[in-house]
């Protein structure tokens, strides 16, 4: 009777041996680019990747949300290689690799103060003009840089742009009224007559809620016509960036004014603001991993 057991558990194990499917090792993503050091005018010393534009071509500031990082933009720094843009993707301070504070000790931003009187968040605006100040050293003229930003990055891109008219264009990504105090809406109100998009997702109901409004003040100042809005399917921020929503972002790029459309009555009326179906598509990564981790926590309210 044991000799038969045995027999029957080998035989088992056999076949169980035979039909198992080896496990596929995860491939790392390798996000493109030189890996650069930039100091800001408060002593901060930032990591970023960066890659030059093709002649004549675009170059961005990619700026991630709270909790997140460079590598966040993985997905879109691809295809904007691949259309021949560059772009500098900053880890903010305290974020990334971007840990250690001016005084030497590490400082991560769960710890960062957020007060009427003192905001390290406001502070990030360093940040920004930090990564401008690097591409302009690397010969991309101010009028060929434009911003994307995410989360609180949306919130520090619409800043500077409202301060800095040369900014051709700014990429708003779940855009609200205000992240950890870094508010939106002035700096929307100021920043006139240049094409802006906004992505969000209805199913980021935070972000959804205030779209409307911010929505309205988009038309206002850049104009029907200047404003684009992408819906993505699900997710917040960076996580958006799945399948065709980067093609059409990069649409946008390529084409952001929308075309006058001629009225049957022979009056010239704008485009609606949903952005087309784009014939762009990119391969989504579903099977990789990233090798550094895509965020430190999840997005802020």
């Given at each position: ?32 680019g030189?890996?650069?050091d930039?100091?800001t ?5 930032l ?180 404003l ?71 997005p802020?309210?």
């Amino acid at each position: 009777m044991k000799r038969v057991l045995l027999a029957t558990l080998l035989c088992a194990a056999a076949i169980a041996s035979q039909s198992a499917v080896p496990a596929q090792p995860i491939k790392p993503l390798v996000f493109p680019g030189l890996l650069v050091d930039i100091s800001t005018r408060d002593g901060w010393k930032l990591k970023a990747k960066y890659n030059p534009p093709q002649e004549g071509k675009m170059s961005f500031l990619l700026l991630h949300g709270t909790g997140g990082r460079k590598e966040d933009w993985y997905r879109l720094a691809r295809p904007l290689l691949k259309r021949g843009y560059g772009y500098l993707a900053l880890d903010l301070r305290g974020h990334g690799d971007s840990r250690t504070a001016p005084d030497g000790k590490p400082a991560i931003y769960r710890k960062f103060v957020v007060s009427k009187n003192y905001n390290e968040y406001l502070k990030m605006m360093a940040d920004v003009e930090a990564g401008i100040a690097y591409l302009v050293s690397q010969g991309v003229p101010e009028e060929k840089i434009g911003l994307i930003g995410a989360d609180v990055g949306s919130s520090l891109a619409l800043r500077y742009a409202a301060l800095h008219p040369k900014v051709p264009m700014v990429g708003l990504l779940s855009a609200r009224m205000q992240y950890q105090e870094v508010t939106s809406v002035n700096a929307m109100r100021a920043y006139k007559d240049r094409p802006v998009l906004m992505m969000y997702s209805e199913a980021d109901k935070n972000t959804a809620s205030g779209m409307p409004i911010l929505e309205s003040f988009a038309k206002m100042s850049a104009g029907e016509r200047r404003l684009t809005v992408i819906v993505a399917p699900t997710e917040h921020g960076t996580k958006m960036l799945r399948g065709p929503v980067i093609g059409q972002v990069c649409d946008w790029i390529a084409n952001p004014i929308k075309p006058e459309i001629a009225a049957s009555s022979g009056t010239a009326v704008s485009s609606g603001t949903a952005a087309p179906a784009s014939t762009t598509t990119f391969e989504d990564e579903d099977g990789a991993e990233p090798s550094t981790p895509a965020s430190d926590a999840p997005p802020s309210e």
